[in-house]
T-cell receptor, first 116, second 117 residues
Framework: DAGVIQSPRHEVTEMGQEVTLRCKPI?????LFWYRQTMMRGLELLIY????????DSGMPEDRFSAKMPNASFSTLKIQPSEPRDSAVYFC??????????????FGDGTRLSIL | AQKITQTQPGMFVQEKEAVTLDCTYD???????LFWYKQPSSGEMIFLIY??????QNATEGRYSLNFQKARKSANLVISASQLGDSAMYFC??????????????FGGGTRLMVKP
């Protein structure tokens, strides 16, 4: 079975540009999570969707960040305008029914974002 | 608010020996879950093992086991018979429920394990 699929794997762009990261969760999973990983701050949860609805976006750093989940098989994380401090690895993760407590989150391979 | 602490930023272990990676947590919830993930140098996050707060026995998965001490709020990962491929970052994470609408993970800072041949 396919795991969580993220694209692109790497993105290098100049500051001020719009960046869109994409994620396809595992089929049948109804929870989707976006994380950011940096050396300084470790792994941070940015936003969490349940059944395509944003549940907790308290981790979204600024209004420059936005996330959508138009359907159960696709989500985007957008940064506009991008800044050098947004450089990080961005992970998408999904998990099955949240009522089953021992279900882990399954992570994609991440997008390594560099803003010049 | 909960917190996950991994006090060992880096560790060395000799190949074929066992190693324990520490994780302590702080929560006021009675129902919670603890997860360990491995992140090799290639960057992906790999789920290793889970321990529920109500589980009476320590979790085991192959060479991985969890030394769960609920009263001390610790959930240490034990890797037996270390292999060179075990060299990676290891993250402890705790699940807390969000308004009965889901589960959120909070991660510790990680421990970098290096296995020496």
């Amino acid at each position: 079975d396919a795991g969580v699929i993220q694209s692109p794997r790497h993105e290098v762009t100049e500051m001020g540009q719009e960046v869109t990261l994409r994620c396809k969760p595992i089929s049948g999973h109804n929870s989707l999570f976006w994380y950011r990983q940096t050396m300084m701050r470790g792994l941070e949860l940015l936003i969490y969707f349940n059944n395509n609805v944003p549940i907790d976006d308290s981790g979204m750093p600024e209004d420059r960040f936005s996330a959508k989940m138009p359907n159960a098989s696709f989500s985007t994380l957008k940064i506009q305008p991008s800044e050098p401090r947004d450089s990080a690895v961005y992970f998408c993760a999904s998990s099955p029914s949240t009522q089953v407590r021992n279900q882990p989150q399954h992570f994609g391979d991440g997008t390594r974002l560099s803003i010049l | 608010a909960q917190k996950i602490t991994q006090t060992q930023p880096g560790m060395f272990v000799q190949e074929k020996e066992a190693v324990t990676l520490d994780c302590t947590y702080d929560t006021s919830d009675q129902s919670y879950g603890l997860f360990w993930y491995k992140q090799p140098s290639s960057g992906e996050m790999i789920f290793l093992i889970y321990q529920g707060s109500y589980d009476e026995q320590n979790a085991t998965e192959g060479r991985y086991s969890l030394n769960f001490q609920k009263a001390r709020k610790s959930a240490n990962l034990v890797i037996s018979a270390s292999q060179l491929g075990d060299s990676a970052m290891y993250f402890c994470a705790m699940r807390e429920p969000i308004n009965n609408a889901g589960n959120m993970l909070t991660f510790g800072g990680g421990t970098r394990l290096m296995v020496k041949p």
